[in-house]
């Protein structure tokens, strides 16, 4: 039920996608210094991932809300409502969600990210799943190269099942083990 969750909510048509984080630069994501963007949503749900929270999509529930020791958080017309000035990034939120999902994601477009690559050497796509934005990631990875950014992308390379194409478009890291031992 979760990975159809996460199916669904990838943009199949590029646009606006949910970014988890963004780090401007990242030195261990990559050779050189890189702007890091994390994705949310994963088919996958490994105990041993690196970034749990970018795993589930936020289903507005509201549990994080009353928890929120900065008050970052409201329920406003049945959606979680994050205010990023007051937030202290403790992660309470996300420790606290049922659904291992974090309600500090904002919506961007590949043309919003690109302006930030000043100074550095390529971008990395993370998540999440990245590759579940393939139409994002070809336009984003297109802006970078443009400016003479080089790409990669961390993913378990997996898309509905079986081993995406992207090996041979984009540098990637991939996870080991097998979807079943999640």
């Known amino acids: 039920e979760k990975k159809e969750k996460v199916l669904a909510a990838a943009d199949p048509g590029c646009g606006r996608v949910p970014v988890n984080k963004i780090i401007p630069f990242s030195a261990v994501d990559g050779p050189g210094n890189r702007t890091a963007v994390f994705l949310q ?4 749900d490994c105990r041993y991932c690196h970034n749990p929270e970018t ?3 936020c289903v507005q529930c509201g549990a994080c809300v009353e928890k929120c020791p900065a008050k970052a958080l409201s329920l406003k017309d049945g959606k979680i ?3 990023e000035d007051k ?3 403790c ?3 996300i420790h606290v969600c049922p659904h291992m999902s974090s309600p500090r ?7 919003q990210i690109a302006p930030d690559l000043p100074y550095i050497r390529g971008i990395t796509v993370s998540g999440g799943e990245c590759t579940l934005q393939r139409d994002f990631l070809a ?3 297109l802006l970078a190269k443009q400016q003479g950014l080089s790409t990669l992308i961390d993913s378990n390379t997996k898309l509905n099942g079986r081993s995406t194409t992207y090996k041979n478009i984009f540098l990637y890291q991939s996870i080991s083990g097998d979807a079943a031992d999640g």
């Open 87 to 89: 937030c202290c990034e």
């Open 105 to 111: 994601v904002k919506d961007y477009t590949a043309e």
């Open 55 to 57: 795993i589930g999509q």
């Open 91 to 93: 992660d309470t939120c």
């Open 81 to 83: 409502v994050w205010d």
């Open 139 to 141: 336009e984003l990875f």
């Open 41 to 44: 949503g994963c088919n996958f």
